[in-house]
Every structure is written in structure tokens, then in C-alpha cells.
Nanobody, 125 residues
Framework: VQLQASGGGLVQTGGSLRLSCAAS????????MGWFRQAPGNEREFVAA????????LYADSVRGRFTISRDNAENMVYLQMSRLKPEDTAVYFC???????????????????WGQGTLVTVSS
């Protein structure tokens, strides 16, 4: 599955952004989806994941309560609503697909079947 992320930009501390990820190619069905991010000089880190049905979600401790992952399977879209943004949220954000029919926990562990290109989020202090 091919992934195209969008929605990044410059926002002030405390502001909000919504990232979108459009999936195409092979069927979207059965894939858990997620988001990773990479700040300058840092390794990529897990942000959030959502099951195919949308009924299960996982979040990194650093974003839990501020970020919300969701999906629209009819439109082949995944979203990341980011609120109360902090300067440390500045990073390139990547949309990912996990293994087909796999549990979402494997996304957190880095078991990824597809990576999208990143979208830059910059939070100014």
C-alpha cells in the first residue's frame, strides 16, 4: 500500500494541527495503521497506531491525551489530530502501515510493511 501524508506546517506552542494520510495501491483492508516521527538528530519514534476496525488504539506516553489517531476506511484515510502542541513535538511525521492482519502492537515495535513520505511539523516556542 502506498501512503501519502500531508497537513504539516508551522504552529505556535499550544496550537493544533491535523495530519492526513491517504492510502492507495493494494487494498487498505486489514491493515493496522500508525504514525512515527523523527526529530532532527534523533531516531524515528512511535507516535500512535490504530487497528483496522478503529476499535483499538495505542499512543506513545509523550503524546497520550494530546494526540488522537483515527481512520476512515471508506476513504482510505488515516488522521492524526494533534493538540496542545509543544516545541518537542517538532519533527517529520511519517504515516505507516503495519503487517496485514497483524495486531497494532507490532507497529509500536517497528514492524512496518509500508512507510509514507514525511510531513514536517514545526512548533515554535
Amino acid at each position: 500500500v502506498q501512503l501519502q501524508a500531508s497537513g504539516g506546517g508551522l504552529v505556535q506552542t499550544g496550537g493544533s494541527l491535523r495530519l492526513s494520510c491517504a492510502a492507495s495501491g493494494r487494498t487498505f483492508s486489514g491493515y493496522s495503521m500508525g504514525w512515527f516521527r523523527q526529530a532532527p538528530g534523533n531516531e524515528r519514534e512511535f507516535v500512535a497506531a490504530i487497528s483496522w476496525s478503529g476499535g483499538s488504539t495505542l499512543y506513545a506516553d509523550s503524546v497520550r491525551g494530546r494526540f488522537t489517531i483515527s481512520r476512515d476506511n471508506a476513504e482510505n484515510m488515516v488522521y492524526l489530530q494533534m493538540s496542545r502542541l509543544k516545541p518537542e513535538d517538532t519533527a517529520v511525521y511519517f504515516c505507516v502501515a503495519g503487517p496485514r492482519d497483524g495486531p497494532i502492537v507490532v507497529i509500536m515495535r517497528g514492524d512496518i510493511s509500508s512507510w509514507g513520505q514525511g510531513t514536517l511539523v514545526t512548533v515554535s516556542s
